[in-house]
T-cell receptor, first 116, second 111 residues
Framework: NAGVTQTPKFQVLKTGQSMTLQCAQD?????MYWYRQDPGMGLRLIYY???????DKGEVPNGYNVSRLNKREFSLRLESAAPSQTSVYFC???????????????FGPGTRLTVL | AQSVTQLGSHVSVSEGALVLLRCNYS??????LFWYVQYPNQGLQLLLK??????LVKGINGFEAEFKKSETSFHLTKPSAHMSDAAEYFC?????????FGKGTMLLVSP
C-alpha cells in the first residue's frame, strides 16, 4: 500500500495564478483532510471531508476550495494564489466508521508551495 | 473549543539523556490524544495515541506518554535520547473528526 500520496511535491506560482493540489489514499478511509504547516504555527486545518460527498471548512479556509472526487481522492484548489499561501500543505486520511477508530490520521509527504 | 499547548519550541538534550516534551490540552469532553513526529522534509508519523484504555501509553522508538486528567497533560518521554530522535514533535487532541495540533517542539540531540 502506498498510503497517502500527494502531487506535486514542489510548486512555485506567481501571485494570481491558480493550481490544484492532488491527494489520494488507498486505505479505504472515509475521511480526508487538508492542513497547512507554517513555521511556529503547527498544522492548521483548511478543509476536511468526513465522508464521500461532504466537505466542511476548517480553521483557515479562506482562499481555498476543495473537491472530494471519490472515496480515494481529495483535491485542494487555490483559485488566485497569494504570497500568504506560501506554505507546506499536508493531506491526511482516517477511518472513522468504527467504534474504536479514535480519529487516528495518516499523513502524506506534503507539497511545498511558494507564491512569488 | 479544544486546544493544545506545547511548552518550549526547542528542547536540547545530550545523547543518552532523558527526553521530556510537554503537552497540555483543553477539552470539554474526554479527549483522544496523539503524539506525532516529523523528520526533516517528511510528513507526520504517529508515535503513540491515548484512547482511554490505559493512562500510560507506549509508542514506537522507545517513547511513552502518560495521560494525567487532573493536570490536563500528556507529556512525552524517552529514557535515553538517540541522535536519530532529532525531529519536530507535535501533540494533538481530537474531540470529533478534526485534530487540533500544538505548535510543535523541535528536539535537538547533541553527541
Amino acid at each position: 500500500n502506498a498510503g497517502v500520496t500527494q502531487t506535486p511535491k514542489f510548486q512555485v506560482l506567481k501571485t494570481g495564478q491558480s493550481m490544484t493540489l492532488q491527494c489520494a489514499q488507498d486505505m479505504n478511509h472515509n475521511s480526508m483532510y487538508w492542513y497547512r504547516q507554517d513555521p511556529g504555527m503547527g498544522l492548521r486545518l483548511i478543509y476536511y471531508s468526513a465522508s464521500e460527498g461532504t466537505t466542511d471548512k476548517g480553521e483557515v479556509p479562506n482562499g481555498y476550495n476543495v473537491s472530494r472526487l471519490n472515496k480515494r481522492e481529495f483535491s485542494l484548489r487555490l483559485e488566485s494564489a497569494a504570497p500568504s499561501q506560501t506554505s507546506v500543505y499536508f493531506c491526511a486520511s482516517s477511518d472513522n466508521r468504527g467504534t474504536y477508530s479514535y480519529n487516528e490520521q495518516f499523513f502524506g509527504p506534503g507539497t511545498r508551495l511558494t507564491v512569488l | 473549543a479544544q486546544s493544545v499547548t506545547q511548552l518550549g519550541s526547542h528542547v536540547s538534550v545530550s545523547e543518552g539523556a532523558l527526553v521530556l516534551l510537554r503537552c497540555n490540552y483543553s477539552s470539554s469532553v474526554p479527549p483522544y490524544l496523539f503524539w506525532y513526529v516529523q523528520y526533516p522534509n517528511q510528513g507526520l508519523q504517529l508515535l503513540l495515541k491515548y484512547t482511554s484504555a490505559a493512562t500510560l501509553v507506549k509508542g514506537i522508538n522507545g517513547f511513552e506518554a502518560e495521560f494525567k486528567k487532573s493536570e490536563t497533560s500528556f507529556h512525552l518521554t524517552k529514557p535515553s535520547a538517540h541522535m536519530s530522535d532529532a525531529a519536530e514533535y507535535f501533540c494533538a487532541v481530537s474531540e470529533s473528526l478534526a485534530l487540533t495540533f500544538g505548535k510543535g517542539t523541535m528536539l535537538l540531540v547533541s553527541p
